[in-house]
């Protein structure tokens, strides 16, 4: 796997350079049927700790630049998708983070860390939901066996001193916010690098991912065909276009040899007729209208669908219609077309959301709310539908509930950013503002500027009336925050304690 210009021109050059530094020429790996040792020296080098900083702010950066399909609907099934594969994969203790990418390019990627990633293109190009999780399996897999951390090992040509100093600088100019130009002299090592030395896994690391991948697949409860049935619909899609392959086989070049092999392997496993989840076939509807770009183009493709034999009546292109529809101003038809969709799909909390936000636009307050609270009756504390609902409170001016609801949620389920910025909102507009800078200082912490969230809970301690527990507790996160700050930016109480311990 390789990620190549395109998708590195989305990373800003200190994240790509610490990636093409710590990784540099992949030697090859001996070919082995037995998993590696997960214990491995390489850890020495390139630690799980370390992978898991680097992976998050490339991932922050690509959240930054616009480039990472923030949906919440599409983010649950991908994410919930992606966790069924991991919990086949017996790892303890290692954090996954499965996101959506705005690109029509079919590829995919994981990021050091376990941040895997896959290009709209792709999920729009799989034919079938074991297809997408035969991607997502190989991926996994790279992060599982330590491909990237193995990699780096075994380069052993590397300066691993002058790398560690580079990776170390470059984490902390990001964590403390720190101008990129102060960095040039960290990551000068890497300047004699060309992007066509990224993240690359050798021939015998590709194999190995296949392996491992469809054990998961087939676990999970997927066809374990899936992964080598997608890579033969690229490998057609390649003869069909001449010289002109697609990215995905590129970055996952594939032989005859692996093709058979994947076979066989596919083979030992107990036959699977997996059927497409519902929940798949809306996440494919809300990704091509995410992407189209036009609605109108979302729309043209949508009805052409409907008198495709193949297509004619599927949920996919029905509810692709009615959110397209929503999205053009035509709400009375969208309406009349949730309210049918969600009559024979009661179990499907998208079409819910879609319902009670048509009816919101259409004016028809109490018919609003009343679907949202009948379907968090239904699904409590799901993640879109309650941020779905806390976003329409905040609109019908009721912004004290929504912020209720989101707190009640994020004591629960580990938060993303967009949900963060949005229970900063909600506090904020209720007159919460002390809340409001504690939110936007976790924000900040997350996304990895770690001054900016300090100076946030600053101006939360300033905060007029403050009682005594949100005193010690914003006092408590900004001592925590400033544990990671280099020793000159703490502040000088702090720094003296630090001496005298």
Known sequence: MKLFAHFARRIPSQYLLVVITAIGTVTAVAEVDDLPDIGSPSDAILSQKLEAQIGRQIYNSLLASGG????????????????????????????????????PVINAFALPGGYVGIHSGLLLATKTESELAGVLAHEVSHVTQRHISRAVFANQRASTLSMAAMLGAILIGVATGADPGLMQGAIGAAQSLTIENQISFTRNNEYEADRVGIGFLASAGFDPNGMTNFFETMGRAESSLSNLAPEFLRTHPVSTDRMAESRARARKYPRVDAVDSSSYHLARARARLATSGR???????FRAEQ???????????????????????????????FAGLLA??????????????????????????????QALALFPRNVPLTVRYAETLIEYGNPKEAHRILLDLLNQVPPTLEQIRLIAIAANNAGDIADAHYYMAEYHAMSGNLRLAIEQLRLALTTPKLDSVQRARFRARMEQFQEFLPGEDKEPSRRKRNRDK
């Open 307 to 337: 008198d495709n034999p193949e297509t004619v009546g599927s949920l996919e292109i029905e509810y692709g219609i009615a959110l397209t529809l929503a999205r053009m101003g035509d709400y009375k038809e969208a309406e009349e077309l």
């Open 68 to 103: 990472v399909i923030t949906d919440p609907e599409i983010q649950e099934y991908i994410q919930d998708i992606g966790m069924r594969l991991v919990a086949e994969a017996g790892v303890d203790g290692q954090h996954f983070q499965f996101f959506v990418m705005d690109d």
């Open 295 to 301: 609605p109108e183009s979302a729309l043209e493709y």
């Open 344 to 373: 024979t799909n009661e179990e499907l909390i998208p079409l819910y959301s879609g319902l009670a936000q048509t009816r919101a636009r259409l004016g028809d307050r109490e018919g609003a709310l009343g679907t949202f609270r």
